[in-house]
């Protein structure tokens, strides 16, 4: 179970338009884009809703040294309320245990997108 500390967000979020790919245990995929990307996690729309606590695969391309680099790691859901504004629910999600190497590829693609 997670506490709300763990549900805040944990460092600066930075715009983020692309398309994304959610895979759940069961084998359903879920096509979602992304909003905005912090190293702790994203924020994404989907047409459906995702239960809070829902552990999935995420697929992503980040923008990396003028390049698309796939990023493939665990992530949960953390919310997921519809938004009139973006046409969808919005679902906020944290990575679960990133490797070394996922956190090296988001952070090289948060200093992209300055």
């Known amino acids: 179970m997670s506490t709300e500390k ?6 600066s979020r930075q715009v983020l338009r692309t398309k994304a790919q ?7 995929l879920l ?10 996690g994203m924020a ?3 047409d459906g809703p995702v239960a809070p606590g829902t552990t999935f695969a995420l697929r992503c391309f980040l923008p990396v ?7 493939v790691t ?7 309320i519809f938004s009139n504004a973006e046409g969808g629910f919005a679902i906020g999600i944290v ?3 990133p490797s070394v190497e996922v956190l090296s590829l988001i ?3 948060l200093g992209a997108s300055r």
Do not use: M, P
């Open 74 to 80: 665990q992530a949960r859901v953390v919310h997921s």
């Open 95 to 97: 990575f679960v245990k």
């Open 31 to 40: 096509e979602a884009r992304t909003l905005n990307l912090s190293i702790s």
């Open 6 to 11: 763990d549900d805040r967000r944990s460092g």
């Open 44 to 46: 994404i729309v989907a």
């Open 107 to 109: 952070s090289r693609a």
């Open 65 to 71: 040294a003028g390049s698309k680099v796939e990023l």
């Open 22 to 28: 959610l895979l759940f245990q069961e084998g359903l």
